[in-house]
């Protein structure tokens, strides 16, 4: 008996919505299905249904206004919501109330209202929401979850991260809607939930409190005037400083961005490249938070949106010794045809330092593919997961996960104003911890049998 395809719609046509589409009208064709889309931009929406139809995928087409519209007539079972972050949680209750399962890009919203609201729904219908951090589908990163479900280096007491945008990708969140925070959160929520996810997921804890700090340092007007811009126009496009302009994004000589944003500006007025220097951006570009967590490990994290170059350190500290990592990925702009966050393999490695013995470097986990090879590892697991092995490291993440996510970064812009440190039980109580791989049992430091052990080694190797 021939199995029926799985039928999906996806909501927000924008450059984070093509890795799902092409995917469900491509290599998960033969069990997947998408049969609507919806837009707010009318052009985009006409762009993406020529699209799939040159696929020989023909899909119905609506606007935002009848989102409710397309659930009646395509009857999907999920919808697919890539809108701006602040319109999240409208479409995934949405959906959810409409008898639908929901697959939502990161960051799952943007405040703690909506943040409720969408578990109350989630809750209320029994339906399965899921948030999509690739970045724990990223091989290196699993494998840093492996040492540390092993035990490897003990019990986990503080981890040190560090998160560094660089001027091509970093600055691109200045130019967007995310430039301000009522679409995105501000980089605390829309970038650093994929690290406070990671974090929560390697010590398979949840944070309790939070203190940060946080400004615009960089990506501001005097920096401008410093560069020699002394007449910066609203948008790189036809602006009078773009020969002089280090940030200059030439929105009409990029296939992918032109046909994507400069083609459609006339049906809904965005503006794909604003200035990086303007002053109505309110988001931050240096950020420090202190984190406390369930487990009794404390996190000390850093982003930073203008640095030479993209990636990040990490380190665990723990009760039987220290893992070290670092990654650097590929430079990009959303939308541009490049793979977004690629590997950069000699740039990534991680190096062991055990307690009493030599440390060593180990191999890294091969990647391949955007985003750190975690996309196409992610999208097995979401479109196909009757045909994946089973998942140990439980990487799939639902509606609790993206809560306890987002929670740090909101906690955080919150401390930003206040300069005080934030209880998370006070923004979020009553939320259940997600589904966590079990982690080591606790247990103290290096037992008397272990340095026994080292010492017999020791002497062997003398």
Known sequence: MRQMKKRFVQVGLGVRSEMYWQAVAGDFADHCELVGICDNNAGRLAMRQQQLADLATPVSAY????????????????????????????????????????????????????????????????????????????????????MLMSGLIGNIVSVDFHWMLNTSHGADYFRRWHRNKENSGGLMVHKATHHFDLVNWWLSSVPETVFAVGKRNFYRPETAAQLGLENPGERCHACPESTKCPFFLDLAGNEGLRATYLDHEAHDGYFRDRCVFSPEIDIEDTMNVVVNYRSGATMSYSLNAFMPWEGFTVTFNGSRGRIEHLCQESIYINGDGQVPGELVREGTRTKVFPHFLPAYEVDIWEAQGGHGGADPVMLKYILDPSNQPEDKYLRA??????????????????????????????????????????????????????????????????
Request: charged fraction near 25%.
């Open 63 to 146: 606007a935002a206004e009848d989102f409710d519209r397309m659930i009646a007539e395509c009857r999907p079972d999920t919808v697919i919501v890539t809108t701006r972050d602040c319109n999240h949680h409208h479409y995934i209750c949405r959906a959810m109330e409409l008898g639908c399962d929901a697959i939502t890009e990161k960051p799952m919203t943007t405040d703690v209202d909506k943040c409720r609201e969408i578990l109350r729904t989630q809750q209320t219908t029994g339906k399965v929401c899921t948030v999509t951090f690739n970045y724990r589908y990223a091989p290196p990163r699993t494998q840093l979850k492996e």
């Open 397 to 462: 993440a639902d509606q609790c996960a993206g809560a306890w996510s987002i929670i740090t970064g909101i906690a955080a812009n919150q401390s930003f104003k206040t300069g005080s440190p934030v209880q998370i039980a006070d923004l979020l109580p009553d939320v259940a911890e997600p589904n966590y791989p079990p982690m080591p049992a606790p247990f103290e430091l290096i037992s008397a049998a272990d340095l026994a052990a080292i010492a017999t080694e020791r002497s062997t190797r003398a």
